[in-house]
């Protein structure tokens, strides 16, 4: 298998791997509703078993960073989207690494913010943003392209989906319901790196052989 292959294949192993592991440690969270304990939460020093988030961060890191190199060689050579994908890769490696306080965001002993923690909420940010802006950036792109231009609404949709969950969850107006408005906003922008992953590892229409990804190499462009 070629090495970019593998390396788009990150794009669809990250947000399946890092869904089965809140989808796990949410359940293991004893006394506590499946969607009550936002996704950061999982991970902290007093959540029941945070290695596994701690494993999912870091492991959707990884392969958002090899998705976003792929990115790079295939098929986005120009646009800047493929850095913001590697951003967010990286940033959510940090969100695993340093880790929130508590499980809960309140509670009683609760006596400011660690520096760790801190700086969880900034990697979470980035993630946040690179998460959003990455596909809006490539579908300007990929619009020109009929190869990709299939995604182009579907993206513009799911990224907007995500959006807008993420205000509401940022404006806490649907409490107790944020953990659910959280794991539907990331789920919605992971489903985005899916599907672009899946149409990357989809061959060209008319392709044939190593003449037929040459004429398509110089049919987009690259």
């Known amino acids: 298998m070629r090495l970019w292959k593998l390396a788009a294949w990150g794009g669809v192993a990250g947000p399946v791997l890092f869904t089965a592991a809140w989808v796990v440690s949410s359940l293991r969270q004893a006394g506590y509703s499946p969607v009550e304990v936002q996704l950061s939460g999982l991970a ?7 290695q596994i988030m701690m ?6 890191g990884v392969c958002s960073v090899a998705f976003g190199a792929a990115l790079a060689r295939r098929v ?4 800047p989207g493929r850095w913001l994908v590697m951003a967010g890769g990286v940033a959510a490696m940090a ?3 340093f880790r929130r306080d ?3 965001l309140t509670g009683p002993g609760f006596a400011g913010e660690s520096w760790h923690n801190q700086v969880h909420d900034v990697a979470s940010a980035v993630a946040y ?9 490539l579908e300007r792109h990929f619009r020109d392209d009929p190869h990709w231009a299939v995604l182009s609404r579907p993206v513009q949709g799911l990224a907007l989906a995500s959006a807008a969950c ?3 969850f940022a404006s806490r107006v649907a409490e107790p319901w944020n953990g659910a408005l959280q794991r539907a906003a990331v789920t919605l922008g992971l489903a985005i790196e899916v599907a672009l992953a899946v149409r990357m590892l989809t061959p060209r229409a008319g392709s044939r052989g190593p003449a037929g990804s040459a004429l398509a190499s110089i049919q987009a462009g690259r």
């Open 102 to 104: 508590h499980l809960l």
């Open 44 to 50: 902290a020093d007093d959540a029941a078993d945070p």
């Open 166 to 168: 993420l205000v509401v």
């Open 76 to 79: 986005a050579l120009r646009s």
């Open 95 to 97: 969100a695993g690494v």
């Open 55 to 60: 494993t999912g961060f870091v492991v959707l």
């Open 129 to 137: 943003a690179a998460m959003l802006a990455a596909p809006l950036v």
